[in-house]
């Protein structure tokens, strides 16, 4: 074999110009790609646009009390016409249903997410916890209306008995008053359900959060001769305290537009209840449910725009939340 | 000469003995309590186990080593008491789930529909089959349109990094928390309502979409940010184009997780009642069609037994809610045994 000559090019090589524009193809797909990339854009959008122009004529007529009103009165008959009564569209008392099945859900469910998770990041050993987290994962995967059933059969009893209780070494203080001594189907055992529902992603967020603490913190706050409480409660809970709050706030939305449970478990009545223990209240998805099914043409406009409140409420909290939670855990090592 | 050493943050046998003597102690303490004092039932009986376990355990540190030890002992027993709290549902969903959800399946639970018995007729009567068929219906539809715009979704957060995918990861996951029932009202106030369109699966399917959609791209995207970016550049250097790279290297090496993110998603939708309740229509007898008329689901099948009140319909409802567990249980084994795969390789 020779060694062919390579025959050099005359004349020299000319410079030139390095192309970043990409090819056809490579536009085409990314072009496909954002258009994709942007679809959830395009349906948030659809969605608060739809609700809000399908409930526009009530939004308009009611104005604020929409908002504040605490009279859901729809007196137009099936076939469209006038009912007897002037009829009035206010969400108030189901709004303030929802805050308050929401808060008691927080109440009990923070506390014990929280303690579940300093469990699995500080306590179990690596084969539990790693079961546990599959654990909580599938609970969280649980559909709501097994919830709901499971909160009408099995834990409206004990829900009961400490409802009972509550009245019984509690009733001077407002809201554990009840006027007769029955504790069926009340706002305090919806709150139970939902704070069940709560638990796992208030506990999968917090335990993430916990788990990006800087070990060398956690081990220089171990050489000091700090015990675990010391150690948790000067290294950890500083660190991921906004955190856990954004998690709780997640579990706030989740449980603010929860339906079926709530719906299964209350006894839906329009009105206002500070009473946590007396079976009356609703929140406002689950108002949406009862009405819907015998609504006038104009009372589902008012049920159009009552969904577009609540989508916005849950829109806000999340977002807050995310933005909390992302805030926190980009701290993280 | 052999120096064994010492573990002195192990448990030593005395302090395994001390804990569970107090253990045991307490559950005495506890059961007398309940019997000679005006509380009843389980429920009294663990709480005051628990105050005094911890109660006593908290004394015997404080004793043998000082405050700090007893507020140690304190914030122990609290975790433990939070891990109780949480397994507790999920023990009793699951027991209860099991032992109540068999009573309704017979022989020919799978192959007949409701169409024939009310849902308060006796149990070896009617079945599911409608409800399987829409189900499954109603998740191929939901798996069609948002396993693409949940992927293209990812892709656009992690290839192309385009304009604006700051926002989009943000709307995402605001997304995945808007309520169900919100999808179901927007199906229906944008498709169904004033159209002339009737209830039908696919309007369901739709519904579920939304909120399959961001699921979906959560997951995927965390599968493609573990692709190494060694891979995308060795693609790129072998002269493919971004859009080869993409579909000839990342895509295939993130299958499984990928395969992951989608059984995830259909585990969050195969439940969902409140965005059927607005659009499906559930009807009791077997349809084959989801373009057209009511189709029933296993959801609105449970719904509808709830509804009902009867001995016989809790029965179904708690059969009803058994197969969509097993079902949510095999998507969900699944999904495990995909994502240990990937992280053993």
Redesign the interface.
């Known amino acids: 074999m020779t060694i062919a000559e390579i025959e050099r090019p005359n004349p020299a090589p000319v410079p030139r110009a390095l192309e970043t524009k990409p090819r056809i193809s490579d536009q085409i797909f990314r072009s496909i790609v954002a258009l994709g990339g942007f679809s959830s854009l395009i349906i948030l959008g659809l969605i608060a646009a739809y609700l809000f122009f399908r409930g526009y004529s009530i939004l308009r007529t009611e104005g604020l009390s929409f908002i504040t009103g605490y009279e859901w009165v729809s007196s137009i008959n099936s076939d469209g016409t006038a009912g007897s009564e002037q009829s009035t569209y206010g969400v108030g008392a189901m709004l303030l249903g929802t805050l308050v099945t929401a808060a008691i859900a927080l109440t009990i469910g923070v506390p014990v997410a929280v303690l579940a998770a300093l469990y699995l990041t500080f306590f179990a050993p690596v084969r539990i916890r790693n079961f546990l987290v599959s654990v909580v994962d599938l609970m969280a995967a649980f559909p709501s209306i097994l919830f709901g059933l499971w909160g009408l059969y099995v834990l409206m009893e004990p829900g009961m008995y400490v409802a009972e209780l509550l009245n019984k070494y509690l009733g001077w203080i407002p809201i554990f008053a009840v006027p007769v001594p029955v504790f069926l189907r009340s706002p305090f055992i919806a709150g139970l359900v939902l704070a069940v529902m709560i638990i796992p992603i208030v506990t999968a967020i917090s335990r993430e959060i916990f788990a990006q603490t800087p070990l060398d913190r956690i081990q220089a706050a171990y050489a000091l001769g700090a015990s675990k409480w010391a150690m948790i409660k000067n290294v950890a809970f500083p660190y991921s305290y906004s955190g856990v709050v954004g998690g709780a706030m997640l579990g706030l939305g989740r449980a603010m537009g929860e339906t079926v449970a709530v719906f299964t478990v209350l006894n839906i009545l329009y009105q206002a209840n500070f009473k946590i223990l007396l079976g009356a209240g609703g929140n406002l998805a689950s108002h949406i449910i009862l009405k819907f099914g015998e609504a006038s043409e104009e009372e589902i406009k008012a049920l159009m725009a009552a969904g577009f409140v609540l989508f916005l409420m849950t829109l806000g909290v999340n977002m807050l939340a995310n933005f909390i939670v992302s805030r926190t855990s980009r701290r993280g090592r | 000469m052999t120096v064994t050493p010492i573990k002195p943050w192990r448990a030593t046998k005395r302090d395994i003995a001390t804990q569970i003597a107090v253990l045991l102690a307490s559950v005495v303490a506890a059961y007398f309590l309940i019997a000679n004092t005006g509380f009843e ?1 389980r ?1 009294p009986l663990v709480i005051f186990f628990g105050i005094f376990s911890i109660t006593a355990l908290a004394i015997i540190s404080g004793l043998r080593r000082g405050k ?2 007893a ?2 002992a ?3 027993g ?6 109780f ?3 507790l ?2 023990v ?2 699951l027991w ?2 099991i032992s ?1 959800g068999t009573a309704a399946i017979y022989g020919g639970f799978f192959t007949t529909d409701m169409s024939q018995d009310p849902f308060s007729s006796p149990l070896d009567a009617g079945g599911i089959k409608h409800a399987l068929i829409g189900t499954l219906w109603l998740i191929v539809i939901a798996l069609i349109i948002s396993v ?2 949940g ?3 990812a ?3 992690t ?2 990094k ?1 304009p ?2 700051g ?2 990861r ?6 995945s ?7 179901g ?2 199906i229906y ?2 498709l169904i ?1 004033g159209t002339g369109r009737g209830f039908s699966g696919f309007m369901g399917a739709l519904a579920l979409s ?1 909120l399959m ?2 699921t979906v ?1 959560r997951t995927a995207e965390e599968v493609l940010k573990l692709v190494p970016p060694d891979l995308r550049e060795a693609g790129l250097a072998l002269g493919a ?4 790279t ?1 579909a000839l290297v990342v895509l295939p090496a993130a299958k499984s997780g990928l395969v992951t993110a989608v059984i ?1 998603g259909v ?2 939708i ?5 965005p059927l ?2 659009t499906t229509g559930g009807a009791d007898a077997t349809n084959l069609n989801p373009m057209d008329d009511n189709m029933g689901t296993i ?1 609105f099948y ?2 509808k037994a ?1 509804i009902d009140g009867s001995p016989e319909a ?1 029965s179904r ?2 059969a009803g ?1 058994f197969i ?2 097993l079902a ?2 095999a998507l ?1 084994g699944t999904a ?1 045994y995909l994502s240990r795969a990937r992280t053993v390789r």
Request: proline share 5%; glycine share 6%.
């Open positions: 039932g429920l700090e030890a507020k140690d304190v914030l122990a609290a975790a433990y008491v939070g891990l709290a949480l397994l549902p999920v009793s969903i209860t789930v109540r693409p715009l992927i293209l979704t892709l656009y957060l290839e192309t385009g604006g995918s926002l989009i943000f709307l995402v996951q605001a997304m928390g808007i309520p169900s029932i919100v999808a009202l927007f106030s944008a309502s939304i959609i961001p791209a184009t971004q859009w080869k993409v995830l585990a969050r195969a439940g969902e009642t409140a309740l607005f959801p449970i719904w709830l809790a409802a708690w809610i969509l567990m949510v249980l969900f495990r």
